[in-house]
């Protein structure tokens, strides 16, 4: 028996050691000293210094907490509201209603989030049709005709799905009362309103409790419904956290996360502390022998405590609602762009010098890739005024009408861009944009792990490095590095060429290799030894090189692409003169020199550009190294061989889809 | 006799196209203890609730001292009500329980306090005040929800059921109790039960009812001695239910024989119900009897044996405490008291045969009786 015991001690210690180990790994390295996940540099509370300094982190934090809170609120009324309803209906009608309530429950939150996202856009499209026609038959007032996902869907939808959790709690104690409860009031002097208040609600208060904790709780933890209904002028702690994994793996996510689960753990233990009371307290009630009286009744007693907690759940519920309403108020009324750009593509601390410059609050957003971006923005979700798309992109998204034409005497510093960087064939007339960085695409290969250095885009197609090579996960990209290997023009239209191109990458694919299609996880993989060769972006190299000294950059014998991304504002933009005045901010020499200190990618700004190699030195006080300094910003015989992209017709966009989803790759 | 307190005046009640009360008039006196007895379904409970003004009658009216009192919700009637599941507020304690409907009603503390402390020694519960509603048995949470009730001072109280959910020792000691509290604090009783033993013990009046109409109204001894058809008959006590012809005036026959008895004002050669309850009939010996049957079932009771004699194919129940075999010829004698004579009615035939008898006859209908009111 006891040998027996042990045994299955043991075994319930493995099953929660499986459980727990990545948890308790997350927690124990988010007081890690250095920056890595592997090794433990000695205990520091760094991370947890930077996140509460990290203000889209905080900023996300305080959306959550709104979010929760309110929704928690609205849905605990009207969950409870709703279990009365049903409480009242006859038991079959109630037992039907239960169970259509129980299926949001178990519905797949992916199918309840892209549902509610759709749902949305649609009412969207079809108030827009019905605020203009309101608007031409009257002049009153005017109805805001565009209407975009943020704040008010992402509340919707945390109401709706915590309304189920709410009547999941308190309809079982509507059905454990007394049937005769609300009689019994009446009938003591009580109209029906007072009945409700003074006895139902307090009889069913354990339930609305518990039932609110869980929707709070439901709220926090959730990611995939807010990820569809949060639009891009929302983001919600566990979309940040999201949006940060896709770059490398901080410290910072272990801490954030940690207190994430920190306070959900919370959460729950309060709710199962609270339901193992309330039992306990049922038990000793019913085991409990009678006592024999003479303890005398005292009645002022339970008055006013009574009055008190009630007084102050009062003062708590207005707090709430008044913190959530000045919130919400003081969210919209300030001046507010939208920005969406790429993972790790500023240096945060302008947006919080813009902030304090202009008294306009920055929403930070980021998309993974041009392709991605422009889906976004044709599903109507992308609701942003800047976005910092690539010159081909920005080429297709004039094209289709979708940019505004920038008022550039608002953005005097639009005359600091070298003039290399201006009328290029992607705004020929230099009338939609600001350039923001530019750079070139090459191989990052890790010295150690390839017998001698890469030089050809061969190397993306080479079985020597089977398992071992990342390739781009946009077709735009991806199909350049085979369409350079072949000798082709990276924007040919030739039917054959491209398919020979993309024969090229399926062929490469299906002898194995390629390890991954990736966008920014290449640095990871790359940092961390984990891949040999990889394309991407100059400037990112330039980044994982400080994590990892084994890596090296070339520009292949080929020649390559060179990019201009360039700041432009989408079309009815709803903060315009807001947006004029970031991409004037963004373009001014210093917010370049930081960005290139930051991202390490190529300044279009002369002055910058030129004065980096101070700049840096007066910052680290020792002198940028030539070869760093080339790789990120291109000598003008290097951009020689690159080529940059244009926008391909239409035929031809499809023809890439078409290859692509063929080559299997979301 | 005591002035009328509350008037039914042709009270209909339908669910859903189903009559539950049927054209209902009663009047309920001041001071006075009065049950509505009937079993499940009968409207006795709907009756209740017309008074607590839980439940709007269809058409007819509802007076209260006088005054119509249809549209008066129940918070507005000087009536307040004992739940059959004693519906205390488990979120308050024993003391704050009793005194809801006083601070409803904004009385000042001192005398809440004053009240409540009279009202739980009224129910033998001093003391019990800061103890929680489910820490208490299930007797002392009804003497609670009495407390509860009669703290308000209603001019009547109802009591629907009050006492089913207790066990049988304990609804004993609470009807004796219930009468004792009725004395004391002088209001109107109206008393909803299933049970007729219960309402025998404590009714001034009983009201038997079933299918939405008064059967019988009476005193308990009126509605026992003198039931007006089959039905009352056998709700109220036991009864062996006979047809029988009335010769004449104080003659019935039955089994073609006639019997002696003290009932009159029947046409001659009328057919009637006769009613012999099992406790008049003397066991003779056959020869001596007026009739000759034999013994079929014998069960020990306690203080008597329930014997089921065949005569002539319709079988009797007889309680006597002499002992006859199974299988014995017995006779049996009948004084002329022990007859009760009824007009026939639409419950004639229905009653009175314990051809199906069944030792657990005591428990018939009672099941179920809750639910049924209920819907």
Known sequence: MKKNSAFSRFFTFLVFLFLYAPIILLIVFSFNQNNSNVVWGGFSLNWYRELFQNRIIMRSLYTTLLVSLIATVIATIAGTFAAIGFYGLRRRTRNVLNTVNNIPMMNADIVTGVAMCLFFVAFFALWKDFALWINSIQSLFTLPTRLTLGFPTLLIAHITFNIPYVLLSVSPKLRQLDKNLIDAAQDLGCTWFQAFWKVILPEIKPGIVSGALTAFTMSIDDFIISYFTAGSSSSTLSMTIYGMTKKRVSPEINAISTLLFVTVILLLAIINIREARQERLALRQQGAPSVSAGAPAAPKKPVIPQKLTRFAAALACCAILLTAGVGAFHNTRKPIVNVCSWGEYIDEELITMFEEQTGILVNYQTAESNEALYSLLKSGAGDYDVI????????????????????????????????????????????????????????????????????????????????????????????????????????????????????????????????????????????????????????????????????????????????????????????????????????????????????????????????????????????????????????????ERCQSYISLPEETRRLYNELWIKLGIQ | MSKELIRLSDCVVKFDDEIVLDHLNLYINDKEFLTLLGPSGCGKTTTLRIIGGFQRPTSGDVFFAGRRCNDLPPYKRQVNTVFQKYALFTHLNIFENVAFGLRIAKVPEAEITRRVEEALELVNLPGYGKRSASSLSGGQQQRVAIARAIVNRPQVLLLDEPLAALDLKLRKDMQVELKRIQREVGITFVYVTHDQEEALTMSDTVVVMDKGNIQQIGTPEDIYNEPKNAFVADFIGESNIIDGIMLEDKVVKMYGKKFPCLDAGFAPNEPVDVVVRPEDIDIVSPEEGQIVGTVTEVTFKGMHYDIIVDFNGFKWLIQTTDYSPEGARIGVKIDPDGFHIMKKSQYSGQFGDYSSYSAAYDELNEDAETEADDE
Not at chain 1, 497 to 505: K, S
């Open chain 1, 388 to 639: 910092v798309p690539s010159d081909y992109m920005i080429s297709q998204l004039m094209e289709e009408g979708m940019l505004e034409k920038l008022d550039y005497s608002q953005i005097p510093n639009f005359s600091l861009i070298d003039d290399r960087f201006k009328n290029l064939p992607y705004d020929p007339a230099n009338e939609y944009t600001v350039p923001y960085t530019w750079g070139t695409v090459g191989i990052i290969y890790n010295t150690t792990m390839v017998a001698e250095p890469i030089t050809s885009w061969g190397a993306m197609f080479d079985d020597k490095y089977a398992g071992e090579v990342l390739m781009f996960r946009n077709s735009r990209d991806a199909m350049a590095t085979a369409l350079l290997y072949l000798g082709y023009d990276v924007n040919t239209t030739d039917e054959n060429e491209l398919r020979q191109a993309a024969g090229l990458i399926a062929d490469a694919k299906s002898r194995g290799v390629y390890q991954a299609f990736v966008m920014d996880e290449i640095f990871l993989k790359m940092e961390g030894g984990n891949a040999a060769i990889g394309a991407y972006y100059a400037g990112d190299y330039l980044t994982a090189v400080e994590n990892n000294p084994d890596l090296a950059f070339v520009i292949p014998e080929e020649g390559s692409n060179w990019f201009v991304d360039a700041m432009c504002v989408l079309k009815d933009a709803p903060h315009y003169e807001e947006a004029m005045a970031w991409i004037n901010f963004i373009a001014s020499t210093e917010a370049n020199l930081r960005n290139m200190d930051f991202i390490w990618y190529a300044s279009p700004n002369k002055k910058a550009l030129e004065g980096y190699p101070a700049y840096y030195e007066e910052l680290y006080k020792e002198e940028l190294d030539q070869e760093t300094y080339e790789i990120m910003a291109a000598p003008p015989e290097t951009l």
